[in-house]
């Protein structure tokens, strides 16, 4: 395990964020899903945050995504400037920096 780099997501992440995502879910502690979305649907999910210029970022070990953090803002235009914050983090890697 080195130290993961912190990196914007690009669609070359989508597949081992989705497993990432996945591993966190099943936890049942973190997150407000159980397992994560098909491929697909994940993949819609990142390329419409790219396009958009969302604040959608990951962490890397190697070319294994071990971390993510997104924000994504409010539709409304009268609370525009308002976000709702994604992450999550592989269990081996909490407590090394990266989730405080």
Known sequence: ??????LPITAAHIASFRECLDT????KRWLAQ???????RVEGFVRDGIAAGVAQ??????DRVVG???????????VSHCGSLGMGV???YRRQGLDE
């Open 1 to 6: 395990m080195t130290t993961p780099i912190i």
């Open 24 to 27: 966190v879910a099943r936890e």
């Open 34 to 40: 159980v397992e994560a979305p098909p491929l697909e």
């Open 57 to 62: 970022f990951v962490a890397v070990d190697g």
């Open 68 to 78: 993510w953090a997104d924000i994504f803002p409010a539709w409304a235009a009268a």
């Open 90 to 92: 592989l269990a081996p």
